[in-house]
């Protein structure tokens, strides 16, 4: 096979097993991608070339983080294929700082995810420079800092679906409050701890609407609620539609 090694995709998962696991010595309880904590499980990782083509596989032990086990897998592949200079593509999981770390101490370059939150460190920046089309529906700006670039990547596709997933949250818990109110204006709910599991309910049910909304019961001394009232953050709210996309 005519391979290229240059560059690498490296994802980790985790198989739960539904039994004891007793058999298995690499079953162990640790964090869990499928939401089992109280399975044990084993945890898989996997590199491929940039055509899909597998490299490495290895089975972990259930309670192996990606800190201990990206080390070993990048360690690996040095000793198979070479110490060259790589390019290993990540997703959010495993690109940890302590592990985008370890790549620079060994000269290894990267390409991974960066969590949205870290757009308010590059604001500036950013605000001073134009959009680059890329390709039809995609635009980026680039940022280099400390040797390292930054791009950032807006699509009308991606734009449009997170505004309608937006839309209908708000929508939805608008609704939601109002029908609460109306239960506790009429005195159909009076007690205020059950208000609040109402409200607790609502929060569980819409996420993505609750980080805009401020929700306030009204009670007497009694601890009977008499109402309820909401605003929204539309400061917050034209940040994240600044940030759609």
């Not at 298995?24 to 399975?39: F, I, T, V």
């Not at 819409?206 to 008499?226: E, L």
Request: with cysteine; glycine share 6%; aromatic share 8%.
């Amino acid at each position: 096979f005519s391979l290229n090694y240059d560059l690498l995709l490296c994802d980790l998962t985790s198989s739960f097993f539904e039994g004891l696991g007793d058999q298995n010595e690499l079953a162990e309880r640790g964090y869990s991608r499928d939401h089992r904590g109280d399975c044990k499980q084993v945890v898989l990782a996997m590199v491929v070339t940039q055509d899909g083509f597998p490299l490495y596989h290895e089975t972990f032990a259930g309670d192996t983080n990606d800190a201990v086990a990206f080390p070993r897998i990048v360690e690996t592949m040095a000793s198979r294929f070479g110490s060259a200079r790589r390019v290993w593509v990540l997703d959010r999981g495993i690109a940890t700082e302590e592990n985008l770390t370890f790549l620079r101490e060994r000269n290894q370059s990267f390409l991974v995810g960066t969590p949205r939150s870290k757009l308010t460190d590059f604001e500036a920046e950013l605000s001073m420079r134009d959009w680059a089309q890329v390709r039809d529906h995609v635009e980026v700006k680039c940022v280099h800092r400390d040797g390292e670039t930054y791009v950032l990547a807006r699509s009308e596709q991606r734009r449009a679906k997170e505004r309608a997933i937006r839309r209908r949250q708000l929508i939805g818990l608008n609704r939601d409050l109002k029908k609460l109110s109306a239960s506790v204006s009429s005195g159909r709910l009076k007690d205020a701890d059950k208000v609040h599991q109402r409200i607790g309910r609502l929060r569980e049910r819409w996420p993505t609407a609750w980080r805009f909304v401020q929700v306030q019961v009204d009670r007497v001394a009694t601890g009977q609620a008499t109402g309820v009232a909401w605003t929204w953050n539309k400061g917050r709210l034209r940040s994240a539609l600044a940030r759609d996309g």
